[in-house]
Nanobody, 117 residues
Framework: QVQLEESGGGLVQAGGSLRLSCAAS????????MRWYRQAPGKQRELVAG???????NYADSVKGRFTISTDNAKTSLYLQMNSLKPEDTAVYFC???????????WGQGTQVTVSS
């Protein structure tokens, strides 16, 4: 069982930056991928960025060039550096880890990011 805890959210003005962190604990075995998702009010949860066990990254078109996903070497922490924030980036951001011999998704509780115009 993987436990995930996000931090780093908050209120920021448009154009500002935030760095989200996700601390992973518990039994972590065979990580397949680590991802950030977000969910804005009234909208479906969407993939923001992902990083594979091999280090390959992918981003939603809406955040390319502004957000950067990274992990520490032990893959016990996941980060999302968010620059040039826009009001439309306002959402609850969730950390996700897919791991295990039988792949299973674990989720954090989410951290609120609010970007004011």
């Amino acid at each position: 069982q993987v436990q995930l805890e996000e931090s780093g959210g908050g209120l920021v003005q448009a154009g500002g930056s935030l760095r989200l962190s996700c601390a992973a604990s518990g039994t972590i075995f065979r990580i397949n991928a680590m991802r950030w998702y977000r969910q804005a009010p009234g909208k479906q949860r969407e993939l923001v960025a992902g990083i594979s066990s091999g280090g390959s990254t992918n981003y939603a078109d809406s955040v390319k060039g502004r957000f950067t996903i990274s992990t520490d070497n032990a893959k016990t922490s996941l980060y999302l550096q968010m620059n040039s924030l826009k009001p439309e980036d306002t959402a609850v951001y969730f950390c996700n880890v897919r791991a295990g011999l039988v792949l299973r998704d674990s989720w954090g509780q989410g951290t609120q990011v609010t970007v004011s115009s």
